[in-house]
């Protein structure tokens, strides 16, 4: 894991500014955003004291009498005065005359981040004074009146250093964390893309926008729901991890098409990059079918793409689980890059090497491999040395990096056990060129994928750091993932099948006559939407038959049915056939603006503990306060001791 | 009570027809949503597997070869099968002849509510057989081929008598009642309004759509907040009520505009009409002014306000707290009749009738009168008398009904004290017509005026019930409710005050001054907004002075301001001016579409008992699954009785 962490700590230093440098800076982006919407740019001043925002003034105001309201960015020598507000910088002339010295003593005394309204006129800079690279910088303000609003006492650090501050000092102060382009720019990018995808469904295709309660019961397995005490002894409810239920229920209902940017529940303790809430764009639809979800996704993330990117081709290309399995090692592959795995268990059919005779004389046995180019120039020893511990730490398989082509660097302890013929066989069937190196594994398929698969990983970002360029931060590369397997055997008791995804998917057509035989074999009609290997989207066909819902809750899965009869009643009264998608808001968003977490693209996201650090939350409450619910708190053991390590401190 | 109910029983009754005829049948009004927008009708045929939905069909389809899905509404004598989908009824033939036998079984065995999938031709109906009433009635389906897509099992009742059942009824079987025709009107309007309010605010005004946490922790007094238990012993989130102060916090972070369909949480208990989670329209502004946000909501309720209603006119009238209670006695009349209330102190001066005497002798007494035009011809005797008890039941206070110009009617004991003298005035004074009924009351202002405040609409109620004319279901009266005070004393200590609102509500600027003096004579920049009698918004002008807010929560309210020293910090950062308004979207949805209660324009609501009758939520958790949580049921004492009366039955 320090192998792990290290990397991707070294990558995201590396990777950051290059995300940086494409995005726009203060007082461009507002207009990018409002043209990017194709219709007239919003009436940014509208109902308010201002008469324009600071950030959109230009020569075409020149000469203009204008009030403007906004924050002391920073002040030169009591002469300028930089004011700030949600669309940009402008500079104000502070003036220097006795009659206005009122103003002078408002402008030159207000402390930095003092909130301040002024009005003047519009000017020109003197020549040679002009600032091309600020939006505003070929004006300024003269001014005539100025207000202090609100003063602004001594901040615990420099706005302007502020991302480079610890992210618990972000979010204890993120009223001021919000102020910095960066985050606002995350959060109006987020209301736009959100905005057009109402846009899309709700007018373009005739979407009804439903709201469904969060406040529900537990649903069978459903460890990861928090709980809300109800004022009934006993009795809870729960936030739902996802409206599954409630949009299967307005289809039934005749609803034919739904969606909501639904509010969703995960209580997983701590877990980096999740949230305890988290946002999902959710849909339902009668009488579709796979293809109409997938074409119905595609037409939406293009419509609703941000046009400071390149527009999105459709359709997305489509992979089966199986084949996202053998050639990426992952159900989400990142196909921004090749390095894809390679089967090369034929060419040691008859080897004689011991561990690759072991490996395929076994169930599902293959000898995998992949290649890395330009391996040789861009691996150093010790990057050699971290790929192989990373496989030894995440793998009962050694992994080999063998050098095929590059006899300088032929010193693999493997590579003396390769014959001639393998050799070349390997160069042929994997295209290896001068430099590349190949890394192998044996074992069994699945394992032997997953380790390539992760390593492919640990390998992209160890390239990148050392130079390569492999991932185009400008490159937003989606695939389907389809076809996966409807159960899967249960950790803890192999013979016994879960869901893989949740038990209304309803079962591939052509696999239906294996349910009753071979269930283990049944493909379902789940897809995956995966955007430069992060799983952004799932959805299925469900279930609309009661009578196969029943056998497969309660016979293969051997739940308890009376939990979920409601639902089951439901499909035998008239359900349509139908199907969904959830779309995860948030990690689109963080892929989107190239955020380091998706706590960059929410406005206060909750610390990787679940805390809220700038109001304390969670927090206690008095057993008085509990009594209506009928609830105690019962105190662990050695209370001392645990109650220390959980208080909440400002850490992260 | 029973008087009340009684009558509100009746008058719903009698309400209802006159609602439901005004508003649009089955396959007009996906069209006239459609056209609302302004904009080209939505595809509602993209991605599945119909060519068009049942409702659209016309004659200008005559020809065309078509794909229907949808539910068997009715069939007669196995020759017509009426088909329905979200957007209406068509007509479909069976066909007769035996090479279409297997087509004419299908459609023939299907039970009622099954769905089917057909293809076919759109025919014209024999001349003669066109059913004008029927928005499809011109046109009918020749059928080639027919699916059973889902059968349907027998009803626990006929679809067509469902608003006949009970709500109990309605609610547990919520995915059938939502086929009806008035639930879906009421869902698809509500998804249409929000969607206009969403391109007013974002599209043309700037707003950014900001999602905020409903895990957040229990603010000072929050003692209607829902509590949820954290993995960490004794450590509860809450669901707070409102965005508030996040929403203020944004401001303070300088995203200027901000706006959410939020979900709120209140634990109020069993309460008619009110849902434990419920929906406002959050919205927040820097640099605004009172009459700024005014502005604002006026503008977004025209623009999203319903074609198939008569446009709004704007501006709203406005009227002073004082002014509403003095006229209305209440903090939110119904504009959309008279009946106000006349203080006739003046006229009673010098009375030598004892109660009025008493009355006028006391601080604050007066007396007060309500004119009830054409009362004499309306009100039976047994009206007369409700309305007495009514008043006993409400105040210490009598009410008396007086005839001053229908000398036949002049039957009130009061009457022969009233001098000659004092009933010309009392005419003059409040334009009393022949048959006019005056209700004259006499104690302290705010109490007389309430009493008569909701006598009125307890009058209006009676009134109506029998036939008179009084409010127009087709009038949106909105009004402006300014000038709140800011505190209230305490109704358990009535020397200690509390905010009449919020602790965050901005004193009025022209009364800052008697805060430090008489701060229960201090005005707030709150307003609320009133249609109909119904509060569905209200906001405010918030305080940005961190010293002011510090004052207000500490020394005024008594409240603990370190609860709450991350806003009083964040006020002092940098703060701008600010102020905002929350509608209530349930509320304002329920009155729009003239449903007798919110649960009518909620999808999935819960029972007045805060119960999910469909899938019986609140529910039991096992032990196990409230370890990780350190919680534990605290039952009661007499736990038999008590969990026996908390069963929740499947009543509401």
Redesign the interface.
């Known amino acids: 894991m320090y192998f792990l962490s290290w990397l991707s700590h070294l990558c995201r230093a590396l990777s950051r500014p290059i995300a940086r440098t494409a995005q726009p800076t203060w007082g461009s982006f507002s207009r990018s955003l ?1 043209l990017s ?1 194709q ?1 007239r740019i ?3 001043n ?5 008469t324009n925002t600071c950030g959109e003034l230009r020569s075409s105001h020149l000469g203009q009498e204008v009030t403007l ?1 906004g ?1 002391i960015q920073y002040r030169r020598q009591n002469i300028f005065l930089v004011l ?3 669309h940009g910088l402008v500079q104000v002339v502070i003036p220097q005359d006795e009659s206005a010295a009122s103003v002078k003593k408002i402008l030159c005394e207000a402390p930095l ?3 301040v ?1 002024v009005s003047g006129t519009v000017i020109s800079r003197p020549p040679g004074q002009e600032n091309p690279k600020m939006p505003t910088g070929e004006i300024e303000i003269k001014v005539k009146t100025a207000e202090l ?5 001594k ?1 615990p650090f420099e706005i302007k250093d502020f991302v480079k501050k610890t992210e618990a000092l972000r979010l204890q ?7 910095s382009f960066q ?2 720019y995350n ?2 990018l ?3 893309v ?2 057009k995808m ?1 846009e899309y469904l ?5 979407f ?11 649903t069978p397995g459903g ?1 990861k729901e ?14 739902p991890q996802s409206p599954q ?2 949009k299967q ?2 289809m ?6 739904y969606f909501q940017v639904a ?1 969703c ?1 995960r ?1 997983e ?1 701590s877990r980096p990059d999740r949230q ?2 988290f ?1 999902q764009i959710d849909i339902e ?5 796979q293809t ?2 997938q ?2 996704i595609e037409g939406l993330l293009q419509y609703s793409w941000p046009s400071d990117k390149d527009p999105l081709v459709v359709p997305f290309p489509s992979m089966t689980f199986a084949e996202a399995l053998a050639t990426y090692g992952t159900d989400k592959p990142d196909t921004r890059f090749g390095m894809k795995i390679v089967d090369i268990s034929n060419v040691f059919r008859h080897t004689e090497v011991r561990f690759l005779q072991d490996a395929l004389s076994k169930p599902q046995g293959a000898v995998k491999a992949m290649c890395v180019r330009e391996g040789a120039n861009y691996l150093k020893k010790k990057d050699i040395e971290s790929i192989r511990k990373f496989a030894a730490d995440h793998s009962n398989e050694e992994v080999l990096p063998v050098f095929l082509k590059n006899k300088e660097n032929w010193n693999s302890p493997v590579a003396k056990f390769i014959l001639e013929k393998q050799r070349l066989e390997l160069i042929r069937l994997m295209e290896i060129q001068e430099d590349d190196v190949v890394l192998l594994t044996a074992g069994e398929h699945k394992k032997a994928c997953s380790l390539l698969g992760k390593l492919r990983l640990a390998c992209a970002d160890i390239l990148e750091m050392n130079g390569m360029v492999l991932r185009d931060p400008a490159l937003f590369s989606f695939l389907w993932v389809v076809d996966f397997p409807l159960f899967l055997p249960k950790e803890e008791n192999p013979m016994e099948l879960e869901s893989a995804h949740h038990p209304f998917t309803a079962p591939h057509p052509g696999d239906i006559h294996l349910l009753y035989t071979e269930p283990e074999k049944v493909r379902s009609q789940h897809y995956d939407l995966v955007l430069n290997g992060s799983e952004i989207g799932g959805g299925s066909i469900r279930i ?2 009661a009578e196969l819902q029943h056998y497969i809750l309660g016979t293969l899965l051997k739940e308890d049915v009376k939990l979920l009869s ?1 639902l089951l009643q ?8 139908h199907g969904g998608i959830a779309l995860g808001l948030d990690r689109l968003m963080c892929l989107i603006t190239g955020a380091a977490s998706i706590r960059d693209v ?3 996201p ?1 610390s990787f503990r ?1 805390h ?1 650090l ?8 008095s057993p008085q ?3 209506p ?8 053991a050695d ?1 001392e001791a ?2 220390e390590s ?1 208080t ?1 401190s400002r850490k992260l």
């Open positions: 409002a919407s219709r919003p009436e940014f509208s109902f308010v004291a201002r309201c924050w700030r507000d949600c981040e003092s909130v309204q609003l609100n003063s602004c006492k901040l102060y993120r009223y001021l964390d919000l102020r985050m606002q959060l109006r987020r209301s736009q959100v905005m109402r709700c007018n373009l295709h005739g009804v926008d439903i709201e469904t309660p969060t406040l529900f019961k537990r460890a928090f709980l809300v005490p109800s004022r009934e002894p006993g009795k809870f409810y729960s936030l239920q409630f229920l307005l039934v209902g005749g609803l034919d098409r509010r529940y209580d303790g305890p809430e946002t639809m009668s009488f579709v079918d109409g979800i074409s119905l609309h038959d409601h439901a499909l035998d009264y008239g359900a349509p056939p929410i406005a206060f909750k679940g809220d700038m109001s304390n939350a969670p927090d206690s409450v306060e509990l009594k619910y009928h609830i105690q708190v019962s105190w662990p209370s645990e109650n959980f909440p």
